[in-house]
């Protein structure tokens, strides 16, 4: 089975939108800047590593780029049994599963982001990563402390994350090293993440989420909160509500993941951090990342080449086949169909095979078609599978 997961703040890095600057998806870029009126593609592109180190920055590019890359991967026929996304990465992943509408989530990510920047601006705080102590003797480090710091992300075995006023990070630390920590390593963020320290941003992005339209989810997402599997539409405002204040319990949602059957995780977006998290966590399980453009077509023969060597027929989310892939609608409109397209008919890359009201429906890669997937004169919404083809 397959998941994709979706990563958080701190996966940014300068430069990190040019690889997908010329692809198709690259327009949920432009999309987003006019919902948010800012210019994301020059973030992307063009900002430099402390203006992204800005918590509005760093969510609402870490966001859209994942989501771009999420989309690249579904204009190829690419589908996950199960989504999760660590902090930030779960609006992407509620995005991804159909729960959020791109636009409402890029709104929702936008004042999550100013939210959290006010908070961590009228709070100071940090966080410090423990690495090598049990979950048990963090939380015990955190407690021996009179000041205020707690434990905010349970990220892999031997690695925890706390956060809080700064002299009680720093003693928490030194309590865990008396414990058996190998390390306290300090975090170069602005501000303590998942803890009461964000009770502002809570309150603040509390009136942008009960104003937002969740729907059931497509496929299951695992929620940082609870580590558990959830689907149904009226669970995800209270989540996301209690999320800013809660611990990201990625350990535990990990191996929820895999008690659902998941053998293979995706990283979708920049970074690798989950990838790790993963490796650290379930030995065994397959790990694959999408940064690029260029890793979906290796994702695509990484997954072909399993589900072509597997004994038994592929489980549900494996949708992935190396020669396979989708051309989606560029738009939202009627669809019409060039009438001298039909099944078997060969496509060069850049071809068009029909339009969405007056804009071109031209195919990313070449292929021959194996069919349509939307009827002429059907209304289909932007990035709707159109039609099936069978890479050349």
């Known amino acids: 089975m397959i998941v994709f997961t979706y990563p958080g703040q701190g996966s940014q890095k300068p430069g990190m939108g040019e690889p997908w600057q010329n692809h198709p998806s690259w327009e949920l870029v432009t999309e987003a800047s006019d919902v948010t009126n ?21 969510q609402l ?4 780029l994942s989501m771009v890359a999420f989309d690249a991967v579904t204009r190829v ?112 963020v602005g501000g303590a993440f998942h803890t009461p320290f964000m009770s502002p941003a809570r309150d603040r992005l509390r009136k942008a989420i009960d104003q ?25 405002n209270s ?3 209690a999320q800013l204040c809660s611990p990201v319990r990625w350990r535990q949602s990990l191996h929820t993941l895999e008690s659902q059957g998941a053998t293979t995780f995706v990283e979708v977006g920049p970074g690798s951090v989950l990838t790790g998290l993963v490796k650290r966590t379930l030995k065994s399980a ?3 990342t999408v940064n690029t453009p260029a ?45 001298s397209i039909e099944v078997g008919t060969t496509i060069a890359r850049g071809g068009v095979i029909g339009t969405v009201g007056d804009v071109e429906v031209r195919s990313a890669f070449s292929g021959e078609v194996q069919g349509f997937l939307a009827l002429p004169g059907e209304r289909v919404t932007a990035r709707q599978p159109i039609a099936w083809l069978r890479s050349s």
């Open 38 to 58: 800012r210019d994301i593609g020059d973030l992307l592109l063009n900002a430099d590593a402390e203006t992204l180190k800005l918590t509005r920055n760093s």
């Open 286 to 288: 397959s790990r694959i």
């Open 77 to 188: 026929g690419g589908e996950a049994a199960g989504h999760a996304g660590h902090s930030l990465g779960e609006y992407s992943a509620l995005t991804a599963a159909g729960v959020l509408d791109f636009s409402d989530a890029v709104q929702l990510v936008s004042e999550r982001g100013d939210a959290m920047q006010g908070a961590a601006d009228e709070q100071v705080g940090t966080m410090a990563a423990i690495l090598g102590l049990d979950d048990d003797q963090v939380d015990i480090a955190c407690a021996r402390v009179a000041g205020d710091v707690w434990v905010a992300n349970y990220n892999a075995p031997g690695q925890v994350v706390i956060a809080g006023a700064p002299d009680a990070v720093s003693e928490a630390g030194e309590f865990a090293k008396e414990l058996g920590a190998k390390r306290s390593m300090p975090l170069p």
């Open 61 to 64: 590019t870490t966001f859209v």
């Open 295 to 339: 890793d979906v077509d290796s994702m695509l023969e990484t997954i072909g080449n399993a589900t072509a060597s597997a004994p038994s027929p592929a489980v549900e989310g494996e949708h992935l086949f190396a020669t396979e892939r989708l051309v989606v609608a560029p738009a939202a409109g009627v669809f019409a169909p060039d009438t």
């Open 239 to 241: 989540l996301l509500n």
């Open 212 to 236: 937002t339209d969740f729907r059931d989810a497509d496929t299951f997402v695992v929620a940082n909160v609870d580590s558990a599997v959830h689907t149904v539409a009226n669970d995800f």
